[in-house]
Structure formats: C-alpha cells, structure tokens
C-alpha cells in the first residue's frame, strides 16, 4: 500500500501537461541543438504537442524580429 501514493503522484504527473517554463526550455534547447536525449523524451511524452507548437512558433517570430532590429540598426548607423 506504500506504493499507491507514488503510482497516483505519476498518474497525475502524466496528465498534467508541462509547465510554461519547462517548454520554454525544452524549445530553447531544441532551436540551439543541445536538447539532451532524456528531456526529449520527456518532451514526447506529453499528451499533446500544442504547447511546444506555439512556443516554437513564438520563438520564431522572436528570432525573426530580432535579426530584423538587428539589421536596422546596423544599416542606420552607416
């Protein structure tokens, strides 16, 4: 009976998706190539791939953005 309360932790471990922080580490790391090999697997066993979808879209845009202000700057200063 000692081990019901670690097999209800990990059922709702299961179905609670990841924390905010978590994917946007998971898509940091993704984006830069130096996801190790757990958290990736971690990552695929989340219920589903939405939260990882827009963060990878928000980080996109972001990088985008970036590079583009970037650019202005640079090409104003000339």
Not at 1 to 28: R, W
């Amino acid at each position: 009976m000692a081990n019901a309360p670690d097999t209800e932790k990990a059922k709702n471990k299961k179905t609670k998706g990841p924390s905010v922080l978590k994917v946007m580490q998971s898509v940091a790391a993704g984006a830069l190539g130096v996801q190790s090999n757990r958290r990736h697997e971690e990552d695929f066993e989340s219920h589903s791939p939405l939260p990882y979808i827009i963060g990878g879209l928000l980080f996109t845009a972001l990088f985008i953005g970036t590079l583009v202000l970037v650019v202005n700057i640079v090409l104003s200063g000339q």
